[in-house]
C-alpha cells in the first residue's frame, strides 16, 4: 500500500470555524490531490498540487484553499466551516504524467462533520 | 470536457452470479481508464487499469476491456463472492484535457452488494 495518512480521521466542528486537513505521503510523489466524497456525486476534485508550492483549482474549490510547503505534506483548508462542507475528504497522490498514466493512491479519508 | 457514466446502482447479486457494471466516457484525447474499488470505511483502492484501445485490465477475477468503438469500459466478474461487497468507480485520465495534470475524473460510483 501506498504510505498515505490524513489527519484527523474524524471531526466535528461548528458552523463558522476554521478547519485544516492535513495529508502526509512517504512515497515521494510529484504530484497531491484533495476531494470529496458525497453521495450522488462520486468524487470532485477541490485543489491539487504539482510541486512545492505550486497547487491549482479543482471543480468545486470555493470555499478551500491548500498549501503545499514540502514534497510529503498537502493541507487543506476551509477558512469558515459551513455546513454543505460536511462530506469525506480523500487524499490522493500520483508520480504525474512522467509515468505515461496518472495512477493515482488514496488515502483513507476524513470524516468532517459541520454543525 | 470530460466525464463518465456508470450505470447507477445499487447492484445486489447472489454469491456466484455473474457481474457487470456499464461505464461509458466523454474525452477529448486519449484517455487511460481505471477501475477503482471502496470497501466499507475505507478510501479508493485501484482495481484495474487499461490505457490504450482494447487494452484487457485484469485483477483479482475482475476485467475490463478498453473499447474506443463504443467508448466504454465494462467491469465484468464472472463469480462475485461476499468479499466483493464495494462501491466500483469507473474512471478516466485525459493527458489532453488535463494539460500537464493529468486529473482523474471519476463517475458516481455503483454500489454492490453480495447475498451468501
Known amino acids: 500500500d501506498a504510505g498515505i495518512t490524513q489527519s484527523p480521521r474524524h471531526k466535528v466542528t461548528e458552523t463558522g470555524t476554521p478547519v485544516t486537513l492535513r495529508c502526509h505521503q512517504t512515497?515521494?510523489?510529484?504530484?497531491m490531490y484533495w476531494y470529496r466524497q458525497d453521495p450522488g456525486h462520486g468524487l470532485r476534485l477541490i485543489h491539487y498540487?504539482?510541486?512545492?508550492?505550486?497547487?491549482d483549482k479543482g471543480e468545486v474549490s470555493d470555499g478551500y484553499s491548500v498549501s503545499r510547503s514540502k514534497t510529503e505534506d498537502f493541507l487543506l483548508t476551509l477558512e469558515s466551516a459551513t455546513s454543505s462542507q460536511t462530506s469525506v475528504y480523500f487524499c490522493?497522490?500520483?508520480?504525474?504524467?512522467?509515468?505515461?498514466?496518472?495512477?493515482?493512491?488514496f488515502g483513507p479519508g476524513t470524516r468532517l462533520t459541520v454543525l | 470536457g470530460n466525464s463518465v457514466t456508470q450505470m447507477e446502482g445499487p447492484v445486489t447479486l447472489s454469491e456466484e452470479a455473474f457481474l457487470t457494471i456499464n461505464c461509458t466516457y466523454t474525452?477529448?484525447?486519449?484517455?487511460?481508464l481505471f477501475w477503482y474499488v471502496q470497501y466499507p470505511g475505507e478510501g479508493l483502492q485501484l482495481l484495474l487499469k487499461?490505457?490504450?484501445?482494447?487494452d484487457k485490465g485484469s485483477n483479482k477475477g475482475f476485467e475490463a476491456t478498453y473499447r474506443k468503438e463504443t467508448t466504454s469500459f465494462h467491469l465484468e466478474k464472472g463469480s462475485v463472492q461476499v468479499s466483493d461487497s464495494a462501491v466500483y468507480f469507473c474512471?478516466?485520465?485525459?493527458?489532453?484535457?488535463?494539460?500537464?495534470?493529468?486529473?482523474?475524473?471519476f463517475g458516481k460510483g455503483t454500489l454492490l452488494t453480495v447475498n451468501p
Open positions: 490522493a497522490i500520483s508520480e504525474g504524467p512522467g509515468q505515461g498514466i496518472n495512477e493515482q493512491f
Open positions: 512515497e515521494n510523489h510529484r504530484y
Open positions: 498540487s504539482y510541486g512545492v508550492k505550486d497547487t
Open positions: 474525452a477529448t484525447g486519449y484517455p487511460s
Open positions: 487499461a490505457t490504450k484501445a482494447d
Open positions: 474512471a478516466l485520465s485525459d493527458p489532453v484535457s488535463g494539460g500537464s495534470n493529468y486529473k482523474l475524473t
